[in-house]
């Protein structure tokens, strides 16, 4: 018995994981992959884009992009890199389609498992770890957004990761690139650098200077070249497409009536075609 709970506690994160691959493919069966909405669309564009050589760019142009032209060379805007970024390597391995998304949701819902219970059994034991991995695991949102070609499931990865950074103390230039990272998923996830400094600040009294100054470091390195892209598209290293909200209400648009703009009719566009079908 002592060897089969020494073998358990050792292993028991690799239960997990395969415990939760097998889960999401029994789900996957009975709720095929689909996209939940022109968003997750428009990152499958883009991801097959850069796949081919063609950088960030869209076949999909919403009206205040229009300053930037109508091309098929139209650059990407709106969304953040990371989440195309992966599907880019996606499609690079295993051609675009729909499978090659569903590897990476997969890995992303297993990783999401693991790192959760790495952070329960870092906080209070390893029973914690399991019900927190279980929680996890079993949680209909956390299943439904995994079958979905959007940022959720990285976006949630990504969370787990930086507490999981803090939690054992990693060192703050990692805390950093889990923070830069989750922003590049989601620009509003930069709310959570702010909490990691104060974080690092308040659980060592010494060094608080250099651990702030080490994570920054590490959310510049991987966010500025995103910034430099920004800069040499449009002007604004900070650029995003959602600072014109502000402009719908005043002339009365809804965001369902601003309509895209579509390059005509090209292969590229996902009202064409299939966005993952190869040209």
Not at 32 to 51: G, K, M, T
Not at 131 to 142: G, L, M, R
Not at 217 to 225: E, I, K, Y
Request: charged share 10%; hydrophobic share 50%; aromatic share 12%.
């Amino acid at each position: 018995m002592r060897s089969a709970g020494a073998w358990f506690r050792r292993y028991w994160l690799l239960l997990a994981g395969i415990f939760a691959a097998s889960l999401w493919l029994g789900v996957q069966q009975e709720i095929p992959f689909r996209y939940a909405s022109n968003d997750a669309a428009e990152y499958a564009d883009v991801a097959r884009r850069l796949a081919r050589g063609d950088g960030f760019t869209t076949s999909l142009i919403y009206p205040a992009e229009l300053e930037f032209g109508v091309h098929r060379e139209h650059p990407a805007l709106v969304r953040p890199p990371l989440w195309p970024s992966l599907l880019a390597a996606a499609f690079v391995v295993f051609g675009p389609g729909e499978w090659a998304i569903q590897v990476v949701l997969l890995g992303l819902y297993v990783l999401s498992v693991v790192l959760a219970g790495l952070l329960g059994q870092r906080l209070a034991g390893l029973g914690a770890g399991i019900v927190a991995a279980s929680a996890v695991a079993v949680a209909p949102d956390t299943l439904a957004l995994s079958l979905v070609g959007m940022t959720e499931t990285l976006y949630g990865v990504c969370i787990l990761l930086v507490l999981w950074l803090l939690a054992r103390g990693s060192h703050p230039v990692w805390v950093g690139v889990g923070c830069a990272a989750l922003y590049l998923t989601r620009y509003n996830g930069i709310v959570l650098l702010p909490f990691a400094l104060l974080y690092l600040v308040l659980s060592n009294s010494e060094s608080r200077v250099r651990r702030v100054s080490y994570c920054l470091l590490g959310f510049v390195l991987l966010a500025s070249p995103w910034w430099v892209r920004n800069t040499l598209v449009t002007g604004e290293p900070f650029f995003t497409y959602y600072q014109w909200a502000i402009y719908f209400p005043v002339t009365g648009r809804t965001y369902t009536t601003t309509l895209l703009h579509l390059i005509t009719p090209t292969p590229d566009s996902p009202l064409a075609m299939d966005p993952l079908e190869k040209v």
